[in-house]
């Protein structure tokens, strides 16, 4: 990757961490790349993955740059072996560790995944995700609705990463404070990870409840890295720059760093998060014909994860338009007309006739990107909470609920 960005420097001392170890692996900057649905497919991940190299690089170091997970498949449809979930679950010759996030409510099934993956040396590492605030997720019991269930977590927990053991592949867990403010697990289910044998624990800093609204509770993050002593705690929520990066970290002690929305529409933030860790006050700020190269870069990477179908390569770059142009003189015309391009070439086209030669325009540019939702009762199976533990009744509709999901 070549990139002729402009760089520029920040004031403050940085707090240079160790290289994340997890397992067997050791990831140079201590930053994790967030499983996001529709999102960290390859094509993303290599964008990521190029721009965090190049900062490693230039911080020295050797190992890989961070972790970057793909997004989320089911383990049902792992299983299942769901055409759709093997594309998801594809990494490039390159990438390294490759890493996959898993979700279940069903022990059996997640070790039949976490063996598929394992055994037959399709990932180095291995997520579950117990932190996913969606209905149709916390509905089935799963995702942060889960860890209420501390039999069922404990068995998925153990399930898995008994499973990835005899290979070698280490297992994380990423979670959620609890269903809302009068449910909260997230201290029982560190220690219960802990114990059953994860190689970390990530904690975005919010309740289901509060989906991606508000402000994240990074007091959290602190408490967990306290209760948690014997592997890395990582901490998730409302990292829009490397300073509130840095800034997590002074706050709470945490090993280090979960990035989801913070990084869309600019991959190059794994450049700066790589020279921050590293103690370097330098950061990138691409003009808009860097960032127009990257979009553009970005679209034919996604052309080639779709095997070559172009028009739905250029379909899945339409979201990512608004995030990349944020803060830029674009202009309404061209960024309509940008979400609605179905070729290569009417990328390039309508890129073309912008000004290419602004600049980075600052505060504009920077902040909080993708949807925020607001606040609201979280979808669950019937008298969820009754109890921590499963009944008879819920434990079937979990049962079911797993083998209800078709895709990836």
């Not at 114990?195 to 967990?224: F, I, K, M």
């Not at 002690?253 to 790589?274: I, K, N």
Request: with cysteine; proline share 6%; glycine share 10%.
């Amino acid at each position: 990757m070549t990139t002729t960005a402009e760089t520029t420097t920040v004031t403050g001392p940085s707090p240079v961490l160790p290289p994340l170890r997890l397992g067997r692996h050791v990831v140079e900057s201590p930053v994790v790349l967030a499983p996001m649905a529709g999102i960290t497919n390859r094509a993303f991940r290599r964008l990521c993955r190029e721009y965090g190299s190049a900062g490693a690089a230039a911080g020295g170091a050797s190992g890989a740059s961070s972790l970057y997970v793909a997004e989320m498949v089911t383990s049902r449809a792992l299983v299942e072996r769901n055409a759709e979930t093997m594309r998801l679950i594809s990494h490039d010759p390159g990438e390294s560790p490759r890493s996959v996030q898993l979700y279940s409510v069903d022990p059996v099934t997640a070790g039949l995944a976490a063996t598929i993956l394992a055994a037959e040396d399709r990932a180095d590492h291995i997520d579950l995700n117990f932190g996913c605030p969606v209905p149709k997720v916390t509905r089935k019991g799963g995702g942060a609705a889960l860890p209420w269930k501390t039999d069922l977590f404990r068995a998925i927990v153990r399930a898995v990463v008994r499973a990835a053991a005899p290979h070698d592949v280490p297992v994380t867990v990423k979670m959620r404070i609890g269903i809302d403010a009068d449910h909260v697990t997230y201290l029982d289910a560190g220690r219960i990870a802990e114990a059953e044998g994860v190689a970390a624990v990530a904690l975005h800093g919010r309740t289901a409840a509060q989906a991606y609204s508000g402000q994240a509770d990074w007091e959290a993050v602190a408490r967990l890295k306290e209760a948690v002593t014997s592997v890395p705690v990582l901490g998730n929520g409302d990292i829009w720059s490397a300073e509130d990066a840095l800034e997590m970290v002074r706050r709470t002690g945490c090993d280090g760093v979960v990035v989801g929305r913070g990084c869309l529409g600019r991959p190059w933030l794994f450049t700066d998060l790589a020279a921050a860790f590293a103690g370097s006050s330098e950061r990138v700020r691409p003009g808009l014909r860097e960032v127009a190269s990257v979009l553009r870069r970005h679209a034919e990477y996604l052309v080639d994860f779709y095997d070559g179908d172009e028009q739905r390569g250029c379909r899945d770059i339409r979201k990512h338009v608004a995030w990349y142009l944020k803060g830029f003189p674009a202009g309404s015309t061209v960024r309509h007309r940008l979400a609605l391009v179905d070729s290569l070439d009417a990328v390039d086209r309508l890129l073309e006739g912008l000004d290419l030669d602004a600049p980075w325009p600052g505060d504009p540019a920077e902040g909080p990107r993708g949807r925020a939702g607001s606040p609201r009762t979280v979808a669950l199976p019937e008298n969820w909470l009754r109890g921590r533990e499963l009944d008879e009744e819920q434990a079937a509709s979990v049962a079911r609920a797993e083998l209800s999901v078709s895709g990836g």
